[in-house]
């Protein structure tokens, strides 16, 4: 089992498969996954989301 089959992501978050990862100098591949968050919600004060810009997206490598 892989640890990103073992992660309790937080709701909102959802991980997306990119495919194997060869890195030179390694045996195996790396397994890459993309964690995402789930859009703003239009109700918010600007002031929240200006706090929250952060990018929508993150790549993990993870053997």
Do not use: C, F, N, W
């Not at 991980?15 to 239009?42: E, I, M």
């Amino acid at each position: 089992m892989r640890v990103i089959d073992r992660l309790e992501l937080p709701p909102g978050v959802a991980k997306r498969s990119l495919g194997d990862l060869r890195l030179r100098g390694k045996g195996a591949d790396l397994a890459l996954y993309a964690l995402t968050r789930a859009p703003q919600r239009a109700h918010r004060a600007e002031a929240t989301l200006s706090r929250d810009a952060a990018p929508e997206e993150t790549r993990v490598a993870l053997p």
